[in-house]
């Protein structure tokens, strides 16, 4: 009898501690093109996504954001825009390569001085207690290989009152938007990520690990297991994407 | 979904005005100033929200904002738009109500008063300076002429009303009643004191001995 403990990669079972190591090669195999990827799978309107995410964050001068998953630093950017000299953003991301084009590209836009740069696990993050006033991870939580586990420790390090923000592809309100929404992500999708980084196969994860991911109720109950109070989601694009909102009390 | 579509306007919106403002840069350093404020604006007529925060020296509008709020503003278009043009010290009477930071509000509008973009010089990005230059004389005179027609027109309105219609009177006859109002007033306060001061003549003086 094979007793190791197995966890989704996409539609895949694999052994629990391997599958941190088989995201990152995908997201090392995207890196670079990250952006442009993101522009041409959401036709930009990630983007608008994410200024709603900014929006609900009611971050304002001097306070201190950690962005987990943050990736090639889109929120960060806003963030640390938004704290001033006096407040402290932290862009975090489990990946080297794409904490590496994050970090270069805010450096290239002027961003310096309130910004420092954590490559950390979600799961375990290296951060005192009661150290942030607002932490968000847009589009990385599905990716985490414990996610309770992951909530509990983004609950820890929020001082109390603080809020967090989870930005993530969800379950479509309609039948008629779900049907597309599928055929556009296991047919179109793949092929895009042939043409533009030669890889089909991380595009193909990406669409199968938005499926695995709980739906808007359960990562709300998630949240409230983990701690938070006043939890709420809001649904955009339909429910293709919905932003979870939860305060530590 | 109307959401996003609210989230996508906002941000047409915001890029439109950015890039307008990038030609007044007096503005621009006064939006620096008021960095991290918010104002809520409420347009009553139509119904909408959204919510304004200078940010940099850029201005960044919001359709959500979940967090405190320096200034909250709210009456009908017509009201805010008269707002924005007129030096106002008493908000009685404007169809605009205020909550919060009330100079916040005073720089604002401010701001909007001493708005000049440099037109011209957006116009050589595109164009290079001397058809710029010559685009922008143009428009000058054409908006120049304009105006002057706007103004004439006003006239030629209140001339055939007053002159023609006799409908209304003429601002020297109408100044001549407010001349001859003002005459009867002071004469009216004259006998007034005038009657006042005969009737404490008529009236006996007490004395009081001891």
Sequence with gaps: ?249 | MGNTLTIAALASAEKMINAALRYDPATRIGLARLEGKIIALHITTPGIHLFAMPMDDELRLMGNWDGDVDTRISGSLLALAQLGQKEVHNLKDTGVTVVGDLSLLADMQRLVKNLDIDWEEMLSQFTGDIIGHQTAQLIRAKFGWAKERAKSARRLTSEFLTEELKTLPGKPELEDFYRQVDDLRLAVDRATARVEQLIAERKPTMRIEF
């Design chain 1, 1 to 249: 009898m094979n007793d190791k403990k197995t966890t989704h990669f996409g539609f895949q079972q694999v052994p629990v501690e391997e599958k941190a190591e088989r995201v990152a090669e995908v997201f090392h195999s995207v890196a670079a093109k990250y952006d442009v990827m993101n522009d041409l799978m959401s036709a930009g309107v990630h983007r608008l996504w994410k200024r709603f995410t900014i929006e609900a964050s009611g971050v304002r001068v001097g306070h201190k954001v950690l962005d987990i998953a943050g990736g090639t630093g889109d929120l960060s950017y806003q963030f640390a825009k938004l704290v001033g000299a006096n407040g402290q953003v932290v862009l975090a991301d489990i990946n080297a390569s794409m904490l590496g084009v994050g970090r270069d590209r805010l450096t290239d836009r002027g961003i310096a001085g309130n910004i420092n740069f954590a490559q950390c696990d979600a799961q375990f993050l290296p951060f005192p207690d009661n150290t942030f006033d607002c932490i968000t991870i847009a589009f990385g939580l599905r990716n985490v290989t414990d996610k309770d586990l992951a909530l509990r420790s983004m609950q820890r390090v929020l001082k109390p009152g603080g809020r967090l923000l989870v930005l993530e592809f969800s379950k479509p309100q309609s039948e008629i938007l779900s049907k597309i929404y599928d055929t556009y992500s296991f047919k179109v999708l793949p092929f895009m990520g042939k043409l533009v980084t030669n890889d089909a196969e991380s595009y193909r994860y990406l669409a199968e690990s938005i499926r695995m991911h709980p739906d808007q109720q359960t990562l709300k109950e998630m949240m409230d297991n983990a701690g938070f109070v006043r939890t709420e989601f809001h649904n955009m694009t339909g429910g293709i994407v919905a932003l979870h909102k939860g305060i530590k009390p």
